[in-house]
């Protein structure tokens, strides 16, 4: 006699989060490590100057709450928050926000919040792998965000992890590359290929200037290709040195743009992203682990100018030049020859431009 599967066991299989992407809207690395319910919240919660906030499961995974701390050391007035779930299948509820008058000096204000759909303050309801969000503001100024992930199946909310002090980024890539301002030898069909990077912390970086390129660097640069960078991005993310994969769009002609959103944490402030510039033998644009939380805070916008870079992989001279394997690998350097030199000028072929969302 067949085994018939029950529908427990299909849901489980639906939400099964496997190696995910942030920036393709559906999903995200995730190492799953459900988080059990404890009173203790000191060890992972993220501060703003005088106040905290985290998100916990209720007890049975029977709810969601939020628990914002006054971390100073005078009471903190009209305390703002907001809660709101995004992903999942059939999401009802998962929504809800409200004041709380006064918080006291190391004092801690707990809402909880059952699933229950038709109430105005909900947790979520439904099946399917979620990302949870929680904000809180005080009449001071404080500020602070915290994201989760989570699956929920029925009534329940299981978390995986609590993500910390979170920040949400646009990412603009703008290309200036064309004719006019690289009129030498400019390729017929210039474009660049899909955006590939991390955001993460000190612990690791994927490529630098003066050392040689890794072999995910190495494709991308030489043909585009998002792997086995995005593997080598994974394995920092079991090592806990990166937090998010980033994947994007390529930009099919240039000069145009292409936008990514992307997100870091207070931990993994880090941003590394990438892309070949099109054709060429092993020319590139990127930025390593450049640093969006800065002086204690995430920053509100910041541009960099993009330059090509070698890989130090492959000898050609011009954009179209035939393979020709460079051995021994030089390191990557930045090119300060024709085509991007004119005169005593390295000229840009275009910027990233991170815009806090």
Known sequence: MKKKFTPLLICMLLIIPVFSVAGTESLRINKPVILKESNNVEGDEYFGENLSITLRPMFMFLGVKIIIKNCGSTSLNTVKWTFNTSGGIFIRGGKGSGIKVTIKPNRRAVIRLLPIPLLKKSSPVGIGYVELEAKAQASNGDSVRTTAEASVVG????????????AKYKVTFHSTWSKDSHPDDFPSNPHFSGLIGASHNDKVY???EGELASSGIKNMAETGSKSPLNKEIFIAYL??????????????SSPGFVNLTIKVSQDYPLVTLVSMIAPSPDWFVGVDSLNLFENS???DQKTEILYAYDAGTDSGTNYTSQNEPTEPPEHIFLIETSPFKYGDVVVPVGTFTFTRI
């Open 206 to 208: 994927f490529w630098r």
């Open 297 to 299: 805070t995430f920053i």
């Open 239 to 252: 090592k806990k040195s990166a937090f998010q994969l980033l994947s994007g769009d390529g930009m099919q």
């Open 155 to 166: 009534r329940k909310t299981m978390f995986f992890r609590d993500q910390g002090n979170t």
